[in-house]
């Protein structure tokens, strides 16, 4: 299968040099069609193709922003936010995250941390590292603090497929799918729907307006978010060319991934079960490749961290992520690693938490 995926890069077309600020539309109707797949819809004209998600965000906020106006973002949040944000001279605000059974946002300080300079709100949907996803209702509620206020209201969908438990299809559905009259940008890409990072393309899509006034403002935007894309024709054709063969992949792809996410999971609570004493725990988590993990607070979580990176286990310290005292482990390693991994992380911990007390 990878050298078919490969192949789609090698043909005259992909040699040729015809740009389109959007991405070619090939591309972009592949897009289309893997949402229309999903029950989502979106016009391949509403698409903005990108080297990625990180690029996308690059070009939203200096669509929204001047240099030191503020994003919001709920916390525990994926970390590469805040230098995205320094890159562009903007400043990440941080609202907090509550876990009570599930992880949910506090409105009200999400709404008291919004300043004249707020330009917009980012959520990742499920998001990194909590692995939750956006309730409809606290969607709705969202949508109308973001009217009320004007910000506009950026939406990472990269984890949407790889759902681990069964969530109602409102609570779990893409935000293309749910109507608002908020100023809505959904960024996605191919780093995780059909892991290829090195391949680096992602997209922006723009939903249109039902009201005349908001259809009017996203359409400024995507006019503008042309423009910017325009000055860079950043994506590589070979990639676009490819994308339509790659993404009919997806499904098949994801299908693998996830389940590899799942029986790492089924592992790592058979070993958590099997403590002699309950030191090691793990949050709920409905999608995504990341559990996060409770460890004895006798180190830090980067100690923790450094103390397995010698015995060869990599895990991110909760701190990264906002979460100082946690760990956030990944779920993708091979069956054999992971296991060896979980195995070695709750020894450590065992041996660490005896020797303290
Ligand atoms: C929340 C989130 N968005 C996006 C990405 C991927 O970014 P890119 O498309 O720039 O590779 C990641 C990668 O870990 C992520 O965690």
Not at 227 to 247: E, H, I, R
Request: glycine share 4%; charged share 25%.
């Amino acid at each position: 299968m990878q050298s078919e995926l490969l192949q789609a890069m090698t043909g005259a077309e992909a040699q040729a040099y015809d740009p389109d600020p959007r991405g070619r539309r090939s591309a972009r109707q592949a897009i289309a069609s893997y949402y229309a797949v999903r029950g989502v819809s979106i016009d391949e004209d509403r698409l903005v193709l990108t080297t990625g998600t990180s690029e996308a965000y690059s070009y939203l906020f200096r669509l929204l922003c001047d240099p030191g106006d503020e994003v919001l973002a709920p916390a525990p949040c994926y970390p590469l936010f805040d230098y995205l944000a320094d890159a562009e001279c903007v400043r990440l605000v941080q609202t907090p995250l509550v876990f009570d059974e599930r992880w949910q946002l506090d409105l009200a300080m999400l709404e008291a941390a919004i300043s004249e300079r707020t330009r917009a709100l980012l959520l990742v949907h499920p998001n990194n590292p909590t692995g939750h996803y956006t309730r409809r209702a606290e969607a709705e509620a969202i949508f109308d603090i973001c009217r009320r206020h004007g910000i506009a209201l950026i939406v990472d969908e990269v984890f949407l497929d790889y759902s681990l438990i069964e969530v109602a299809d409102e609570d779990a559905t893409s935000f293309l799918a749910r109507p608002t009259d908020a100023m809505v940008f959904v960024v996605s890409g191919i780093s995780k729907i059909l892991a290829l990072p090195q391949m680096k393309l992602g997209w922006i899509a723009v939903p249109c307006g039902e009201e005349i006034e908001i259809a009017t403002d996203r359409d400024v935007a995507l006019e503008r978010l042309e423009v910017l894309a325009d000055t860079f024709l950043s994506v590589g054709t070979p990639v676009q060319v490819a994308l339509p063969l790659w993404l009919q992949q997806s499904k098949a792809i994801q299908k693998e991934i996830s389940a590899r996410i799942r029986r790492n999971l089924a592992t790592l609570d058979d070993l958590l079960a099997e403590q002699a004493t309950r030191w090691v725990s793990r949050l709920r988590v409905e999608a995504g490749w990341y559990v996060i993990l409770r460890v004895p607070m006798l180190q830090t979580d980067e100690e923790m961290a450094l103390l397995l990176l010698e015995r060869g286990v990599l895990v991110h310290p909760g701190r990264f992520f906002g979460l100082p005292g946690w760990l956030v482990v990944s779920l993708l390693a091979s069956e054999d690693e992971f296991a060896a991994g979980a195995r070695m992380l709750l020894q450590v911990a065992a041996a660490r938490a005896v020797k303290m007390m």
